[in-house]
């Protein structure tokens, strides 16, 4: 482990809990404040959750200490990093970040996890919009290592991409602010596939997700995109790859749907995933999903 | 294992030797074909290598027999099911379907692995269109379980998902046939925008792939596309999310890229995956690949 961090939760929510969680697994102290004192008072049983998964998952752990703060200047006593998970409001965010700005030292990062807004809008009206970084959990972020970061100060991005890096995250550094970053483009692109899929009665929600499930999500889990048409160009590679199917990529891609959820789409999806969910509800289906992740990072811990 | 089948296989090439491995490993007698000797003759040779993966994997196994048919109508003795793997050429596999019409009984199936052609251009001429299938494996197909069945006959299909699971595979049905099936559509709007992202320089090659492998790309193994929608609503489900979010990711469809494949794009790829290869030839990458796809394989095995 590095050195030992404070670290400000400050947006008490589940995203929060969940980043508690994997600072405090990793040894870090956690100081966490909300400003609703109901989130605040619940915030020590939704961290159990998330703890009680990644102690299931295993490793060396010396656990930090989780402290409920009094007030903000409180929660934000020592820090050296503020993970902001507020609602996705430009202007609340901008007002809590000058409420931290007026209490912490300049060499603090205050790290926003939204996935709704760019930096550009975010940093308006700071003092020190340096140090301000978008750093963007995927969910649920105790289980799956993405973290999307978006900063201008080269130095600021990287001891941040260090420390998510040392709590076992993996830390993908964007050259441009994009609304959606990256995992967010590629799904929301893949998902409207997936619509168009269902709106045009080739396969029900329930097939399309079997056959992501099966093939192209379980290679990806391994093998990223662009890497699989280098290998799928054979002994040519990638650049083997686009001058043969360079043309019949593109021409694919002008056949792609663009779907409308329109009413009649809207219900097929509803009923397709009623019928996927098989009388599970949300909260067993939730459990399903961590089981099969937790049962993942223990294989990449022990393969590590 | 359900009945001993015997399976000719038609095209020798790696897709015929994963195949191959597939179900001689579930129990079924392997009768193989190429109109290429040189092929054939390698056939032995190139099965091994899958047929030593799933080994690596383990489970209960009877191995069933490989035999190298003399000519077409040798492999096509005593098989239920044609599994074909000609080159992509529609005219070439035609004839291949003409030929083998002409030699085997009414209830003999033909599936054809073709990624590239819909059925209903591929049964053309034939005396028996419902006996043929498209079953589309995903690469490589003895690690990545997912087969793609159109067809038109209902008893003929039912046949082919019983068998596909039964070899440990997943088979989904279209009810509609598309090019691309549906796994090679979600990659190409998957990639479509991972080129965007490069293209507009908001992250590179490496980057891309990085943060699908860690974040959507890892979830999408476990979770599909829609039903990760479902959970991202909350209490309200899919409804709940379309209802409130349904506008948003309306407008994210509209925001995503549509690249062409310029030089300067090209070059980019090019560049970006060679940078992330990192000197690793294709064939590492490969086996780099299929290492983790079979401790995948084994932790589903366990998990069953």
């Known amino acids: 482990m590095a050195d030992k961090t404070t670290v400000a939760v400050v947006g008490c929510g589940l995203i929060g809990a969940s980043w508690a969680a994997l600072f405090l697994r990793a040894g870090h102290d956690v100081r966490a404040w909300d400003p609703d004192p109901e989130s605040l008072g619940g915030f020590r049983g939704r961290v159990a959750t998330p703890l009680a998964q990644l102690e299931q998952i295993g490793g060396p752990t010396v656990l930090g200490e989780l402290h409920l703060g009094a007030d903000l200047g409180d929660a934000l006593e020592g820090a050296r990093l503020v993970q902001e998970n507020a609602p996705e409001n430009v202007s609340l965010k901008q007002d809590l970040y000058a409420q931290i700005e007026a209490r912490v030292a300049d060499d603090v990062i205050i790290a926003s996890s939204t996935s709704a807004h760019p930096w550009s809008h975010l940093s308006v009206g700071m003092k020190r919009p340096a140090r301000l970084i978008t750093a963007h959990p995927f969910n649920p972020p105790h289980l799956v290592p993405l973290v999307e970061i978006f900063g201008t100060d080269d130095a600021v991005v990287a001891w941040a991409e260090a ?142």
Request: aromatic share 4%.
């Open 163 to 304: 420390f998510y890096s040392g709590i076992g995250s993996a830390p993908v550094r964007l050259k441009k602010e994009a609304v959606g970053h990256i995992a967010n483009r590629l799904a929301s692109a893949l998902w409207r596939e997936a619509v168009h899929i269902v709106a045009e009665g080739i396969a029900g929600v329930e097939a399309v997700d079997k056959a992501l499930v099966n093939g192209p999500g379980l290679r990806w889990s391994v093998l990223g995109a662009h890497m699989a048409y280098h290998l799928g160009g054979g002994a040519g590679g990638m650049a083997g790859y686009l001058d043969h199917l360079g043309t019949s990529q593109e021409k694919r891609w002008a056949s792609l749907g663009n779907p409308s959820l329109t009413p009649d789409v809207l219900e097929k999806l509803v009923n397709g995933v009623t019928a996927e969910a098989a009388g599970r509800s949300i909260a067993e289906l939730e459990a399903e999903r961590d089981a099969a992740l937790i049962a993942l990072a223990k294989l990449r811990q022990k393969s590590e």
